[in-house]
Antibody, heavy 122, light 106 residues
Framework: QLQLQESGPGLVKPSETLSLTCTVSGDSISTSSFYWGWIRQPPGKGLEWIGSIFHSGTTYYNPSLKSRVTISVDTSKNHFSLQLISVTAADTAVYYC??????????????WGQGTLVTVSS | SYDLTQPPSVSVSPGQTASITCSGDKLGNRYACWYQQKSGQSPVLVMYRDSQRPSGIPERFSGSNSGNTATLTISGTQAIDEADYYCQTWDSGSVVFGGGTKLSVL
């Protein structure tokens, strides 16, 4: 059974870098035909896609976040990571990782991790 | 950028049919999917490729997509269906989510 688990600091100071890791169990990132994605949800608000990565390193990013985001993959550890630089209070959100089914314009996320709340505050 | 518009809220009586819409320019020419998010939980995929139900999703959930509107329909709505629902599509290299609809079963 595929499971995804987010991990990382729950509190980040303004202007610093948010770093999260998603560990995948039940599937091998290196041989999978799927992409792997990050999505966030500010408290009480809707979902916002951050970006997705393939095991080859091919990435797609949300244009509104692209200048601050890096998503990377470590196939030896079967995990992928998110870095968001220069964070502000507006980056406070629950961050989810998910398997991204992506074939040209046909795509969806399933399953999702449990999510981790990251608060940006001094 | 491409926008998906959902009604903020929809109310339905138990046993009745709930329809949740998602509107976007020529959305029918794209694929849409839907997620259900219950309070305090992660989103769960309930519909993909417009009208395909993932394994484990009850048959009372169905989907359609034509013209400018994708619709998630829940027949015989139950109290356990009360949740936020989000539509999603793909545009020019980006994933796009709708703003979400809160379904109340009253």
């Amino acid at each position: 059974q595929l499971q995804l688990q987010e991990s990382g600091p729950g509190l980040v100071k303004p202007s610093e870098t948010l770093s999260l890791t998603c560990t995948v169990s039940g599937d091998s990132i290196s041989t999978s035909s799927f992409y792997w994605g990050w999505i966030r949800q500010p408290p009480g608000k809707g979902l916002e896609w951050i970006g997705s990565i393939f095991h080859s390193g091919t990435t797609y990013y949300n244009p509104s976040l692209k200048s601050r985001v890096t998503i990377s993959v470590d196939t030896s550890k079967n995990h992928f990571s998110l870095q968001l630089i220069s964070v502000t209070a507006a980056d406070t959100a629950v961050y989810y990782c998910a398997r991204h089914h992506f074939i040209r314009d046909l795509n969806w996320f399933d399953p999702w991790g449990q999510g981790t709340l990251v608060t940006v505050s001094s | 950028s491409y926008d998906l518009t959902q009604p903020p809220s929809v109310s339905v009586s138990p046993g009745q049919t709930a329809s949740i819409t998602c509107s976007g320019d020529k959305l029918g020419n794209r694929y849409a999917c839907w997620y259900q998010q219950k309070s305090g939980q992660s989103p769960v995929l309930v519909m993909y490729r417009d009208s395909q139900r993932p394994s484990g999703i009850p048959e009372r959930f169905s989907g359609s997509n034509s013209g400018n509107t994708a619709t998630l329909t829940i027949s015989g709505t139950q109290a356990i269906d009360e949740a936020d629902y989000y539509c999603q599509t793909w545009d020019s290299g980006s994933v796009v989510f709708g703003g979400g609809t809160k379904l109340s079963v009253l």
